[in-house]
């Protein structure tokens, strides 16, 4: 806050003034530190607020309590994205989704949150966000790894073997230039 000087006062009296003005600077801070109490209330009133968008949004796509592949596919649509397009893969990864093309509603809820999404116009904007994660190692292992899981039937120890093929295909095309040589072994070999 800037000082305050009046020209027509004393040299005592502008002293005075200016270290009211200093106190009135702290008092408007104590005012922005309430602000942000206000503001974190705020926050939680905006965040019931995502919380009831996110829920929103899973029934838009859910058949019941959860959204199935007609759901997915409407999804994928409204994102302007392929079904066997990566990113896909990365968004079921955040959502810890059990099932390929399947979301519970709290795999739908906890993903978008970790997302920081409460409609899937905020997922759509973070879309080439989600593409680059895959450029960390670390992350393109784990998603990796989770892709196996998410892709087999949980009765079965394996994966069927064009089911194989695909995922292998999305994971590794652009990375690994022995992709196609290796499932040209697959094909050949089983």
Not at 27 to 39: E, L, M
Not at 73 to 84: I, N, T, Y
Not at 151 to 162: F, G, I, P, T
Request: net charge positive; with cysteine.
């Amino acid at each position: 806050m800037p000082k305050i000087k009046n020209k027509r006062r004393s040299g005592s009296e502008e002293v005075s003034v200016v270290k009211k003005s200093r106190a009135a600077e702290r008092s408007s801070k104590a005012v922005i530190i309430n602000g942000c109490t206000r503001d974190c209330h705020s926050s939680n009133e905006s965040s019931k607020n995502a919380e009831q968008q996110r829920l929103k949004c899973f029934s838009h796509y859910a058949e019941g309590e959860e959204i199935g592949p007609e759901g997915v596919e409407k999804f994928c649509s409204d994102l302007e994205v392929d079904p066997e397009d990566i990113v896909m893969l990365v968004i079921a990864w955040y959502m810890k989704a059990k099932r390929m093309g399947y979301f519970t509603k709290s795999e739908w809820i906890e993903g978008m949150k970790k997302l920081d999404c409460s409609k899937v116009s905020d997922l759509k904007r973070k879309l080439g966000r989600l593409r680059a994660e895959l450029d960390d190692p670390v992350v393109f292992k784990d998603i990796y790894k989770y892709s196996y899981d998410f892709a087999k039937d949980r009765e079965q120890r394996s994966m069927d073997l064009d089911l194989a093929i695909g995922m292998l295909t999305l994971l590794l095309v652009s990375r690994w230039s022995l992709q196609p040589d290796f499932v040209t072994y697959l094909k050949g070999r089983f």
